[in-house]
């Protein structure tokens, strides 16, 4: 059974990609296959099924489906994430900001709790992670 979990954020803006249940580097032969098979299992004539998750697939598949409008859509979840982030960023700082203890790193939150980020988090490929508190809903980004 297909299960849709449609990740909004703080935005009603729909990831498309968790909808048809793939990468977002998928190629378009592996989004074609995969909502064909969605399709399939959610199809309100053969399944008596969520006709929403139905149109909801049908959308996604309608979007990606073509180069341009993927494109675009790309574009606009990733300012929709970006925008996010931003608005709810409590800080920006270096990583030897933090306080650094056998390798984990802390900092502490507005609201008293604390970012914690250990050596085995950090991303090889960038030189920046954003680090979300544990209690309230502010992100830290720390740069290296
Ligand atoms: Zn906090």
New binding site residues.
């Given amino acids: 059974m297909a299960n849709v979990n449609i990740k909004t954020g703080t935005s009603e803006f729909p990831d498309y990609y968790e909808v048809l249940q793939c990468e977002r580097t998928a190629s378009s032969e592996e989004l074609k296959k995969s909502y064909q098979s969605l399709i399939l299992s959610t199809h309100p004539d053969k399944v008596n099924c969520n006709n929403d998750r139905f149109l909801l697939v049908q959308e996604a598949w309608n979007i990606l489906r073509d180069p341009e409008s993927r494109k675009l859509y790309d574009a606009q979840l990733s300012n929709s994430e970006h925008s996010n982030t931003d608005c709810l960023l ?1 800080d920006v700082i270096n990583l030897s900001d933090m306080d650094n203890c056998d390798g984990v790193y802390t900092y502490m ?5 604390n970012y914690v980020l250990e050596d085995s988090d950090r991303p090889l490929n960038e030189n920046t992670v954003v680090i979300d ?4 809903s ?1 992100s830290l980004k720390v740069n290296f």
Avoid: D, L
Avoid at 109 to 113: D, E, F, P, T
Avoid at 133 to 136: G, I, N, V
């Fill in positions: 409590y939150c507005r609201c008293g709790s508190c544990e209690e309230c502010f």
